[in-house]
């Protein structure tokens, strides 16, 4: 859904960029090339029509756009998160290292003021390495957590469809003394098909969300290199919600 | 109707502007809802609708522009201030030339930043981004509301439009006047952003950290741009108007400085909420007090609240309704700092006197308080005439005296605020930092007050309390803050070096890049003193007023001089070929006209020129000897000119001699008979015959400085003369010439010479102020780029800032005219000066001279200008006035002041001022105030503030240390291995 989004916005631009670039060649045309300040400024008001009128009609359909539609570009609203303010702070602190460090080398500390300093600020700095990382465990125990359930509920289903094969097979030696339950059983196959058929979407969607949820964790391992970027966070909300979805999909079906 | 004219360019335009109104409008709402709903539909659609607006007034602009290119004179605004005449470049910028076309270029720069500024933090603030946007658009409504409804561009003639334009101020087509304007608005408008990011943090309540770093980087560009403005309008001043100086505290020049003062405040305090969480309300009133003076200044020079050459004139609808919008900037403002201020408590406290923080404060502190005292200066002849109706007029001595001593104590802590630690400097290690820079300081006061003496002179500073050798101080403190800066390049190289393992010129550009905020705030602080250094020098000007009764050329080739030697004089004074020198000779070529382009341009050869007939064509001023060699006369299709030819030359010390006894001479011969020094006259004369025999007879070895061309220009379209001065620039001062008078018939010229000692080191010093600036707003992409680290912002969001830095200082060197002084007709303010007014009726004496240096002259020039530095008839007949008063004489001849004592020359000097103030019915005509007011508010705000500062000063200091040892923890606590190593890994990293 994002990639496509993402096409149609260079759709977008890549239409406006050719209106305008049209609009130049047609302007030089009419003046037969000779580029005079008059012309240079109807270029640019034209430059500047086009814009306004691409910008109007996203301000428009702006408004109008699905509220619950998930584009990381126009998440207004969202707090930035615990993790990013920890960040922050671990920035700031090492930081503050720096300087006293700085400061004393510079001979603008004594040593031992520069220690003192230097130590309450590694102690504290170290209290939000400790809540950094506790906050990203949280964030992977609630990943792992749906990946493990999910990983139940499709070992659950295999097996639940092997042992559905199995009694199919013992129920075809029986079919000539049988042909009543045979047709009933064969609408009830037909009743259970599209079941199956919306279990194995929830199952893809489930493995879907299993990857999107590895990625994240891969991603989390990496060093945070923006001061204020929680992107993490976002898409492990994300991969969360797929989850607890995906499970109660299962949940329901098997029911 | 048929013969109304129709222009579609003012149509569109027209309609543009109604739909860029509309649009803002929905902006604000949209901004406001979507924020406080949490509606991210809400808060996209006004940030489109923010770059929608851009393109709509972008359009508008264009249109207008494109109206000035092709002579649409049927819109008023392109007849009133453009000419088919006018180059393009001066037409296009005439765009900001109006009232109305500033306005519209105010909006235009607004709408860019705002474009650039949401593009870059759309992102990191989106939890804010819908309150910035609408705080953006409510300015923006505001503005637009003048364009539609009041001081629309469009407007078009009803009847008949003029066939031509009115064309530009002459005074205005200049170079600096180009970029001057421009530069100043992008520095206001600049300071816009941060106010959205202020409002935006405290209507959300996010009040940490995270807006004041993307804050203090427009913060840096306003600062610049306001130092870039203002720096120009000075130098447009000195190159200009012609009165030797460069900042007369003209109302408009102030609008530019207050938000100067607060944003410069707002860069070191930012520095210390990032640093140590603290001073987060004080951050947030610099941010809304700076935006507020921009506006403030607007109004100034929009509304008629003061007089001033430079502003717009009075509009009492104007005034109001910026009134209204400033009154509810405050209310919005204030109302939102006292919701947040539980949220706004420092983390940290201060804990000693010695320390960078308190330092910062001080700073702080002071820079306030001259935003105040300037802006109360500034309004205090309205304020006057508000409370009792008597206006005053506030004049350059009476800034100067508050605002040296404060000027003062800013470059001293400029040294010395980085040489303490944060948190505390110990003693010890405060006289191991303070040692270097005082020794500097004591060697360089020595110095000077033992070869140079006149640096010995007290001047009165505050309320005339107090008499210090200003001087000397300014000298010494900028000796001190000059060592300060250099010990710190000098210690932190070192520092880099045993880091790094590299060599002095790697560890020092390091030093800069990695610590760019630091040191290129040092770079800042040096071009601050450097420039301090060129202030000084103000107060050794000098000046005289000499008319010439021929120039040279015109006494060799007079037309009593036979063919022989015209042909002579031509060939040996001119150095000229044989064949010119024939044409010189029969008169076929005349070199008093057309010389200067370039047909008849002749140097004066150095071993040659120096027999001029004295006094007729030389003077001698300072080290200086100024040969009057010729007067010019040009003409073309815009104007007519006089040029006065002058060479300068090194003066001989028996040519010095030569002068002095010359005038010596004029001033005994000029006394009545009956008083008359016959013996004194006759050895006068024996000494300036022998002086010329002795100069005819052993050449002088001659060091020529060239040829200046001081001129006046007769604009066909102006009503007045302009003066074109002609500056010698050398590195220790400035040698300063004006054609104040002249006779095209008889060759007499006056001039008036200036001396300014160390002006180069202003702009000088202001270079290196921008050096520095340019340093601090290096993007950290271009650092990551060099040490392979990613960047803050993303590559885009910095280039968008570099370009639009880069834009705006490539827009401004090519652009023209002037929006400060656009209502200025030709000759308004600017008096008769074209007879030479300036050269007569002198001072003769001390009393004379400080009298007529205190009374302003009342024909309005530039400058606000005394009757000392006036040039105009007005003056002139001050100046007789004030010289007839204090030689007056009573019933028995007896003179009426007694001006051999100092008593009488008080008395003299008060009963002089005293008859002024009724003839002109007002202090108005005084150049201090009298008003009681005027020196006890500005005393009980410095003492108090100072006493203020110091009782909470104790208080935080007291509270902060209470805290640290509260909050200290047990020397036991051991760290965790594993998280240290992390801790060390992120330490490591981390340059």
New interface residues.
């Given amino acids: 859904m994002q990639t496509t989004d993402q096409t149609m916005r260079w759709v977008w631009r890549g239409g406006a960029a050719a209106v305008i670039l049209l609009g130049w060649i047609f302007i030089l045309i009419f003046n037969n090339f000779h580029v005079t300040p008059p012309v240079v400024f109807v270029g640019l008001g034209y430059l500047a029509a086009v814009a306004t009128i691409y910008n109007l009609f996203h301000t428009g359909v702006a408004v109008v756009t699905d509220e619950d539609e998930d584009n990381a570009d126009t998440t207004w609203g969202r707090p930035m998160g615990r993790i990013a303010d920890l960040e922050r702070e671990k920035k700031t602190l090492v930081k503050a290292i720096k300087e006293a460090d700085f400061d004393l080398q510079m001979g603008k500390l004594s040593k031992k003021d520069a220690d003192e300093m230097i130590r309450v600020y590694r102690l504290r700095a170290i209290e939000v390495i400790k809540e950094l990382d506790v906050a990203n465990d949280q964030g992977a125990a609630r990943s792992a957590g749906v990946r493990e359930q999910i990983e139940r509920e499709v070992r659950a289903r295999l097996e639940v469809e092997g042992k559905g094969k199995k009694k199919a097979a013992q129920e075809a030696a029986k079919q000539k003394g049988k042909k009543g339950q045979q047709a009933q059983k064969a609408q009830a196959k037909k009743a259970d098909e599209p079941k199956k058929a919306e279990k194995a979407e929830k199952v893809e969607k489930a493995e879907q969300a299993e990857k999107k949820v590895e990625k994240t964790d891969e991603k989390k391992s990496e060093p945070v290199e923006d001061e204020t970027t929680d992107d993490g966070d976002v898409e492990s909300d994300v991969a969360v919600e797929a989850g607890v979805e995906t499970k109660k999909q299962i949940t329901e079906a098997n029911a | 109707m048929g013969n109304t004219p129709f222009s579609p360019i003012a149509l569109v335009g027209s309609i543009a502007l109604l739909l860029a109104y509309l ?1 803002a409008a ?1 902006c604000v709402a ?1 901004g406001i809802a ?2 406080a709903h ?8 006004a940030v ?2 923010l ?2 607006f ?3 007034i ?2 508008a602009s ?2 207008l ?2 109206g000035f ?2 002579h649409d004179f049927t819109i008023k605004y392109v007849a009133a201030v453009s000419d088919v005449n006018m180059s ?1 470049w001066y ?2 910028t005439a765009f900001w030339g109006g009232l109305d076309g500033s306005l519209l270029f105010w909006v235009l720069v607004l709408a860019l930043f705002s474009v650039v500024a949401i593009l870059v933090n759309h ?2 603030h ?2 804010m ?2 309150y910035v946007v609408a705080t953006i658009m409510v300015v923006q409504v505001f503005f637009l509301s003048l364009l539609i409804f009041t001081k629309n561009p469009f407007s078009t003639y009803l009847t008949t439009p003029p066939a031509d334009g009115q064309g530009l101020n002459p005074l205005l087509q200049n170079y600096w006047m180009v970029i001057h304007p421009p530069s100043l608005y992008v520095g206001f408008v600049a300071a816009t952003i941060p106010f959205a990011f202020g409002i935006g943090a405290l209507a959300s309540g ?1 009040l ?3 807006w004041i770093g993307s804050v203090r980087v427009w913060m840096l560009i306003c600062f610049g741009f306001l130092s870039l403005g203002l720096i120009l309008g000075g130098r447009w001043a000195y190159e200009e108007l012609g009165w030797g100086g460069y900042w007369a505290w003209d109302p408009v020049e102030n609008a530019g400085f207050m938000p100067w003062f607060t944003a410069t405040a707002f860069l070191h305090s930012a520095i210390i909420q ?2 140590r969480g603290m001073m987060k309300m004080w951050n947030l009133v610099m941010v809304v007090l700076t935006f507020f003076l921009t506006i403030f200044g607007t109004f100034m020079t929009r509304s008629g609240a003061v007089q001033s050459v430079h502003a717009f004139g009075e509009d009492n609808v104007l005034a109001l309704q910026f009134i209204v919008f400033m009154a509810l900037i405050l209310i919005v403002s204030i109302g939102l700092i006292v919701y947040r201020a539980n949220k706004l408590s420092a983390k940290m406290q201060f804990e000693s006197f010695y320390s960078r923080e308190f330092a910062f404060l001080l700073n702080n502190w002071i820079l306030l308080a001259c935003a105040f005292f300037v802006l109360f200066a500034t309004m205090f002849p309205t304020i006057t005439e508000a409370l009792d109706g008597s206006r005053v007029s506030v004049g350059i001595p009476f800034f100067n005296k508050w605002m040296t001593p404060l000027g003062l104590v800013l470059v001293f802590l400029a040294g010395a605020a980085p ?8 003693r ?2 405060l006289i ?2 303070f040692m270097f820079p005082l020794c500097a300081m004591a060697v360089t006061v020595t110095a000077l007050a033992i070869f140079f003496p006149q640096t010995r002179t007290t001047t009165a500073i505050f309320a005339e309390t107090v008499a210090l050798p200003v001087s000397l101080v300014n000298f010494g403190l900028c000796a001190f803050g000059a060592a300060s800066i250099a010990q ?1 390049f000098w ?2 190289t070192a ?1 880099r070096r ?1 880091q790094t393992g590299s060599d002095p010129v790697t560890s020092l550009i390091g030093l800069m890049i990695s610590k760019r905020r630091k040191y290129g705030g040092y770079v800042v602080h040096l071009g601050v003193i450097v420039m301090f250094v060129g202030f000084a020098g103000k107060a050794y000007d000098r000046e005289v007023d000499r008319t010439l009764q021929r120039p040279a050329i015109w006494v060799g080739l007079d037309e009593s001089r036979t063919r022989e030697e015209r042909a002579r004089f031509a060939l040996d004074y001119l150095d000229l070929d044989d064949q010119t020198a024939e044409k010189i000779a029969s008169g076929k070529l005349d070199p008093r006209r057309n010389s200067r382009d370039g047909t008849f341009n002749f140097p004066v050869p150095p071993m040659k020129a120096r027999q001029p007939d004295w006094p007729t064509s030389a003077f001698v001023f300072g080290d200086y000897t100024f040969v009057f060699e010729n007067l010019i006369l040009t003409s073309d299709d815009l104007k007519t000119s006089v040029t006065a030819q002058m060479s300068i030359w090194i003066a001989d010390d028996r040519e010095k001699e030569l002068d002095t006894a010359r005038r010596k001479l004029d001033a005994a011969e000029s006394e009545d008979e009956a008083k008359r020094d016959q013996a004194g006259i006759a050895a006068l004369k024996v000494q300036i015959d022998e002086l010329r025999k002795s100069l005819k007879a052993d050449p002088i070895s001659l060091v020529n400085l060239g040829d200046v061309y001081p001129a006046k220009w007769n604009y066909k379209k102006g009503q007045e003369p302009t003066s074109e001065v002609a500056i010698k620039v050398r590195i220790h001062e400035d040698v300063y010439s004006v054609l104040t008078g002249y006779d095209t018939d008889s060759g007499m010229a006056n001039f008036r010479v200036f001396v300014n000692p160390l002006i180069s080191w202003v702009w000088i010093g202001f270079l290196i102020l921008g050096l520095g600036t340019l340093i601090c707003l290096i993007p950290q992409s271009v650092v990551d780029g060099l040490t392979t ?2 960047g ?1 912002l993303g590559n885009a969001g910095n280039a968008a800032i570099l370009l639009l830095v880069a834009g705006a200082l490539l827009a401004m060197t090519a652009s023209t005219a002037s929006a400060a002084a656009e209502h200025v007709a030709p000759g308004q303010g600017m008096g008769d000066t074209s007879q030479g007014w300036a050269s007569m009726a002198r001072p003769r004496n001390d009393l004379e001279s400080k009298a007529m240096k205190e009374l302003l002259c009342v024909c309005g020039c530039a400058g606000h200008q005394s009757i000392f530095d006036c040039k105009c008839k007005s003056a002139h007949d001050m100046r007789l006035v004030v010289m007839d008063f204090l030689s007056q004489k009573d019933r028995n001849g007896k003179a009426v002041f007694d001006l051999a004592t100092a008593d009488g020359r008080d008395q003299a000097y008060d009963a002089v001022l005293a008859s002024f103030v009724t003839e002109y019915g007002g202090e108005h005509v005084l150049a201090t105030p009298r008003n009681k007011m005027s020196w006890l508010l500005p005393t009980v705000a410095a003492v108090g503030g100072l006493g203020l500062l110091i009782v909470a000063g104790r208080r935080w200091i007291g509270r902060g240390k209470a805290t640290t040892v509260a909050a ?2 047990p020397a036991s ?1 051991v ?2 291995d594993q ?2 190593e ?2 060390d890994d ?2 490591a ?2 340059d």
Avoid at chain 2, 38 to 45: D, I, P, W
Avoid at chain 2, 419 to 426: G, S, V, Y
């Fill in positions: 649009l929905w949209a979507g924020n949490k509606s991210r539909r809400l808060v996209t659609s489109y609708g770059y929608g851009g393109a709509l972008a359009l264009a249109l522009i494109y290119v092709t393009t037409k296009v992102k990191k989106r939890d981004m819908g996010r940490d950290d995270v990032e640093q040489l303490l630690a944060w948190r505390k400097t110990t010890e290690r191991g930092q710190e210690r932190g520092v045993r680290r990613k803050r200290t923890p606590t760290e965790d998280y240290a992390k801790l992120a330490l990293d981390e």
